[in-house]
Nanobody, 121 residues
Framework: QVHLVESGGGLVQAGGSLRLSCAAS????????MAWYRQAPGKQRELVAS???????DYGDSVKGRFTISRVDAKNTVYLQMNSLKPEDTAVYYC???????????????WGQGTLVTVSS
């Protein structure tokens, strides 16, 4: 079994900052990419940011220059530093990881349970 556990969501005023964390645990062989997605009410889930095991980073257009993704492989953890938050950033943020698990390195598209970020105007 593999689990992703997110933390760090909450309520913040516009212009403020939050830092999300996501830790992967379980019978992990290796992790390829780690990413953050978000889903606002009535909208489709969208990519916020991703980072591969080789360090390639991609951001959604709406968060470029404001959010920073990073990962610490020794901790199987990915972070999302969110600055200059706007009300339109309000959403449930989900952690995602492409994990190879178990003795045979079976691929797994793992998701966390989500953490709510609310930005007030």
């Amino acid at each position: 079994q593999v689990h992703l556990v997110e933390s760090g969501g909450g309520l913040v005023q516009a212009g403020g900052s939050l830092r999300l964390s996501c830790a992967a645990s379980g019978d992990i062989f290796s992790i390829y990419s780690m990413a953050w997605y978000r889903q606002a009410p009535g909208k489709q889930r969208e990519l916020v940011a991703s980072v591969s095991s080789r360090g390639r980073i991609d951001y959604g257009d709406s968060v470029k220059g404001r959010f920073t993704i990073s990962r610490v492989d020794a901790k199987n953890t990915v972070y999302l530093q969110m600055n200059s938050l706007k009300p339109e950033d309000t959403a449930v943020y989900y952690c995602n990881a492409d994990i190879y698990w178990g003795d045979n390195g079976e691929p797994l598209d793992a998701w966390g349970q989500g953490t709510l970020v609310t930005v007030s105007s």
